[in-house]
Nanobody
Framework: QVQLVESGGGLVQAGGSLRLSCAAS????????MGWYRQAPGKQRELVAT???????NYADSVKGRFTISRDNAKITVYLQMNSLQPEDTAVYYC?????????WGKGTLVTVSL
């Protein structure tokens, strides 16, 4: 069993910042990629950022230059630093981890950005 638990969501004004965390626990032998996805109301889930075990990053164009993904391998935790937040960033943010070829998801944390 693998669990991913997100934290750090909340309400913030436009231009503000939030830091999301996702801690993995359970039967974890090898994590390849960890990342963040988001789903806004009425929209499909979309990639926000991913970070491979080798350090390669991938960002959605809409967040490049504003969001930064990082991970602490010792704590098996991935972070998403979100700066210059805009109302269009409002969504439920989900943590994802690829572990031994399988995808695992957290339950999500809500980020709301007000004007």
């Amino acid at each position: 069993q693998v669990q991913l638990v997100e934290s750090g969501g909340g309400l913030v004004q436009a231009g503000g910042s939030l830091r999301l965390s996702c801690a993995a626990s359970g039967s974890i032998f090898s994590i390849n990629t960890m990342g963040w996805y988001r789903q806004a109301p009425g929209k499909q889930r979309e990639l926000v950022a991913t970070l491979s075990s080798g350090g390669s990053t991938n960002y959605a164009d809409s967040v490049k230059g504003r969001f930064t993904i990082s991970r602490d391998n010792a704590k098996i935790t991935v972070y998403l630093q979100m700066n210059s937040l805009q109302p269009e960033d409002t969504a439920v943010y989900y943590c994802n981890a690829e572990i031994t070829g399988l995808d695992y998801w957290g339950k999500g944390t809500l980020v709301t950005v007000s004007l």
